[in-house]
């Protein structure tokens, strides 16, 4: 494992309803964008592959990939190639009459880890299997990495689980649809972000993406968020593509201590709960 800085980007992209071939043209202009600036870790947003509203389930099927897919395909060779860590999110063909809201972390080495979303928003329930398997945490060359897909963030005992299997760095894919909130306010799902960094003491980089579609806009608010819960990049929202990035120091996660005697993990009481 490296124990010098490692530089992370996430990529705020526009992905195409139902057109994977112009998906994966973008994901990879700008994965390659984001190698030649550094970036040891890139981080697409949820179903970059695909984009996100489908009208119905037969819809997402015409567009799903399975693993031996052109987009994971084309995803490892970039992440070879480059050198890279490879994170992005797809829809996952399960079988002829189901799909999954899925995300791969892809190694340097070409080694594909998969991980289905487990909690589903709002109208996905009508097109996607929810995932039954808990987020991953993968040993990689820059650090410890888990990965989970947009709406899992908003459920605290999930992220507390790669937290407590040692991840060092949560990515997240995620479609953060916009909605009405009082003026002057952030987007509470960057402060729901902060606040399962602080919580946990590991570093949180989250995609989001931008763009109109099918009369759903988005948050654009992609962020990579250090353990005492404060924004490395990010923070604001800003409703265009942009590619963020910031170098972490993934040392700074295996410190849960934050006091001379409290740590955040020790401090629990699960028999209580």
Known sequence: MNN?????????????????????QLSEERVRDAAEKGADVIVLPELM???????????????????????????????LELGIVLVGGFCERLSHHQVANSAVLIQPEGEVTLYRKAHLWNAEKLVFTPGDRPPPVVQTRFGNIGLMICYDLEFPEWVRLPALAGAQLLCAPVNWPDAPRPADERAAEVVRVQANAAVNRMFI???????????????????????????LAGRLRIAAEQM???????????????????HVHRDRRPSLY
């Not at 695909?50 to 119905?56: N, P």
Request: proline content about 4%; aromatic content about 6%.
């Open 4 to 24: 010098e800085k490692i530089r992370v980007a996430c990529l705020q992209l526009a992905p195409r309803i139902g057109d994977a071939g112009y998906n994966r």
């Open 49 to 79: 592959q695909s984009g996100y509203a489908f009208s119905d389930l037969s819809e997402a099927l015409q567009v799903a990939e399975d693993l031996s897919g052109p987009t994971v395909a084309l995803w490892t060779q970039l992440a």
């Open 244 to 262: 963020l990035m910031a170098d972490l120091d993934l040392g700074q996660a295996n410190d849960k201590s934050i006091s001379a005697r409290n």
């Open 205 to 231: 980089a989250t995609c989001d993406r931008h763009g109109e579609e099918r009369g759903v806009h988005w948050v654009g608010g992609s962020v990579i968020v250090d353990p005492d819960g404060y924004p």
